[in-house]
């Protein structure tokens, strides 16, 4: 058996008048994120961590932000096709282990349900995905509440 570990990296301006979808939930806060697909940064990170561990590049090569089959899409559908992708190469994925980092709202009541939206998407049980998130204690862009960051690693193997 191979095994491989990946690592990803999202970042989402923060707007008013954009929904806020994080683990494909849509939070109710004063603002959302700002991106050309659903703006999901925690599926996003995912995505690019698992691409990432498959060395099959990552998430802009596969799903380009001027590519107008993207625009205002559901993240979840992003993770399903990579999912496809890495099967695609014979891996399947052991386990996620993901962190949010922003101000508000607060994200701890919504961590089964997004739990359960990945789950769904890529077919494996909630007990192999974890989700954390932490403030940013006020400072910098994710204390002003001008962005919000995801960070995920994952195991595949083959």
């Known amino acids: 058996m191979k095994i491989k570990v990946g690592f990803g990296f999202d970042v989402h301006q923060l707007k008013g008048g954009h929904p806020f979808v994080v683990g494909g939930v849509n939070l109710e806060h004063h603002q959302g994120a ?6 999901d940064v925690l599926l996003h990170a995912i995505c690019d961590a698992l691409l990432g561990a498959a060395n099959l590049r990552d998430i802009g090569f596969h799903f380009k932000n001027t590519d107008p089959r993207w625009k205002g ?3 979840v559908i992003l993770l ?5 992708l890495l099967t695609e190469k014979g891996w399947s994925i052991g386990n996620i282990d993901a962190m949010l980092c922003l101000e508000a709202p607060k994200i701890n009541p919504h961590i089964p349900q997004m739990q359960q939206n990945i789950a769904d998407a890529i077919g494996m049980s909630t007990e192999d995905i974890s989700i954390k998130a932490t403030t940013n204690e006020t400072m910098g862009f994710i204390g002003r ?13 083959k």
Do not use: N, P, R
Not at 34 to 39: I, T
């Open 73 to 75: 899409i559901s993240s």
């Open 145 to 157: 509440e001008e962005g919000v960051v995801a960070y995920a690693v994952c195991l595949i193997e």
């Open 80 to 84: 399903q096709e990579t999912v496809k």
């Open 34 to 39: 700002f991106g050309h697909s659903d703006a």
